[in-house]
Each structure stands twice: as structure tokens, then as C-alpha cells.
């Protein structure tokens, strides 16, 4: 199976947002898919953590399926 790594970017809430993780932060999907953790902590470090309400990111594993073609 491959795998492929997820961005996910914790954002500082507003006071009138639930926060689901941590108090004031919640978890967003980025949308962006990397070949490797590396890769993915690399553009994140360099691209993500500069935005003002980010207060953190993870890089997940999911699995990756080919198009059998």
C-alpha cells in the first residue's frame, strides 16, 4: 500500500468557536498531500507557521491508492 502525508494546521479560534482540541485551537485540513513527512514538515515550517492565526501543524500518514489504468 502507499502512503501519502496530509498537512493538518491547528488555527487560533475566535471567542465564538467551540474549540475541538485545545482551548482557543482547532484542527483544518490544509488540503495539500506530500510523499513524505519530511517534505510535508519542510513546506509546512517554511510556508504554514508565518501565518499570524496557525497556532501549530501535523503531518499525517493516509493511505494512497493508484489509478489502475
Request: glycine share 2%; proline share 7%; hydrophobic share 45%.
Amino acid at each position: 500500500m502507499l502512503t501519502h502525508w496530509v498537512l493538518i494546521v491547528f488555527l487560533y479560534s475566535s471567542a465564538d468557536v467551540i474549540a475541538s482540541t485545545k482551548t482557543m485551537a482547532f484542527p483544518v485540513d490544509y488540503g495539500a498531500v506530500f510523499p513524505s513527512k519530511e517534505a510535508c514538515e519542510s513546506w509546512a515550517s517554511e510556508n504554514v507557521v508565518i501565518v499570524e492565526r496557525v497556532e501549530s501543524f501535523l503531518c499525517l500518514p493516509r493511505p494512497a491508492y493508484r489509478n489502475p489504468r
